[in-house]
């Protein structure tokens, strides 16, 4: 697939801005489990925050494939910040794009698209991770709105964002008909932080455990219809799943750099060890690897945004690029030696933040039954 001009031009200064501002700091940020807000206010004045919404809300009105582009490139600065982007532009745009309804877009979506908030997607609960369906938190209706109460877990940007996006039932009797769709700024009385995870990477990303503790919302804060949530939280899944696995090419393919610019210095027997087959060999293959994944996301993205069906291919790319990533940070760590074992070089770090790359979004095996079933 080739690249349009503007699609390479906003790659491109995505890029530098990654290599300028993320790529130096993200070791401290790793060290000082910081969330850089800063940052995120250079990636806001790129468009990153809005790549697909409408200008009319204020986004940059582009496609999947140059959402896939930006996130590839922030990720290769630093994995953390681009999951915080990456659920901000999908799910929680992606589902008020869809779903929202013009006083919701104009209230919430335009200050999503320039970067003013966050968007936080609380679906998962301390029992409840790939199967959305069994979600326990409730929203019961009121006069004037819905008293929500419940655990959610498990939550990017719980903490540092300011919009939520929240699943909870509103008819018990009716299994996945049962759940709706909330919107909830998250200073919300009731809306509680009620621990942040101690995590093995992607320190520059909070993630939470939500209590909603009688937490009270408008009723004009529902999304769509009652009944309609099991529906727009799946909806949004497709898009997500490219958004995760650029991510894991961006990290990737930073690992890989950082290893090959290692074995041309590094020396043994008298030459650069990339001379050596079996580094020279084991990098090519990561290359390959690396290369297929990137085109398994621009297809998914690209059917994506011809308006044609890619839960399978949005699948196959999660799966193929996650366990790709993980793989490619192993062989660097591999072709550092003992230099990559230590934080002196960033390989160790890009490994812990990829690692969690095959499991949100759903996890590899839930790729699979989803791929199986296309068969």
């Known amino acids: 697939m080739l690249l349009t001009q503007d699609q390479e031009m906003i790659r491109d200064a995505v890029r530098t ?83 929202g309804n013009e006083s919701q877009k104009k209230k919430w979506l335009t200050r999503l698209a320039q970067g003013e908030l966050l968007g936080v997607f609380c679906l998962t609960e301390p029992h409840v991770g790939s199967d959305a369906s069994a979600i326990k938190t409730t929203a019961v209706k009121e006069a004037d709105g819905y008293v929500i109460n419940g655990v959610k877990q498990f939550i990017t940007s719980g903490k540092n964002g300011q919009l939520a996006v929240g699943i909870a039932v509103t008819d018990k009797g009716a299994g996945k008909k049962g759940l709706s769709a909330f919107l909830v700024p998250t200073d919300t009385p009731g809306y509680v932080v009620a621990r942040l995870e101690e995590k093995i990477g992607q320190h520059s990303s909070d993630t939470a455990q939500i209590n909603f503790d009688n937490c009270r919302i408008p009723a004009e804060n529902l999304i769509g219809e009652e009944g309609e949530g099991y529906k727009i939280a799946l909806s949004s899944l497709e898009g997500g799943r490219i958004g995760i696995a650029a991510q894991s090419v961006g990290m990737a393919r930073s ?40 085109q398994l996301i621009w297809h998914a993205a690209a059917l994506r945004d011809a308006g044609r069906p890619c839960l399978k291919e949005a699948a196959m790319a999660k799966l193929f690029a996650s366990e790709m990533a993980e793989k490619v940070c192993s062989a660097a760590i591999q072709t550092l030696g003992g230099y990559g074992y230590v934080n002196d070089f960033p390989v160790e770090r890009i490994w812990r933040d990829v690692r969690v790359c095959q499991i949100y979004e759903g996890t590899s095996d839930v790729q699979k039954i989803i791929i199986q079933r296309a068969l």
């Open 17 to 99: 801005f990654a290599q300028e501002e993320l790529w130096p700091n993200a070791p401290k940020w790793d060290r000082e489990k910081h969330f850089p807000h800063e940052a995120h206010k250079g990636l806001a004045a790129l468009g990153a925050y809005g790549i697909c919404v409408p200008e009319e809300y204020g986004g940059a009105n582009l496609d999947y494939v140059t959402l896939a582009l930006v996130l590839e490139e922030i990720a290769a600065g630093d994995g953390g910040t681009s999951t915080a982007i990456s659920v901000t532009n999908c799910p929680v745009n992606a589902i008020l794009m869809r779903y």
């Open 255 to 294: 690992a890989l750099e950082v290893a090959i610019a290692y074995a041309k210095e590094r020396e043994s027997f008298g030459t650069a060890i990339i001379n050596h087959q079996a580094v020279g060999f084991r990098l090519a293959d990561c290359a390959t690897q690396l290369e297929a994944a990137r």
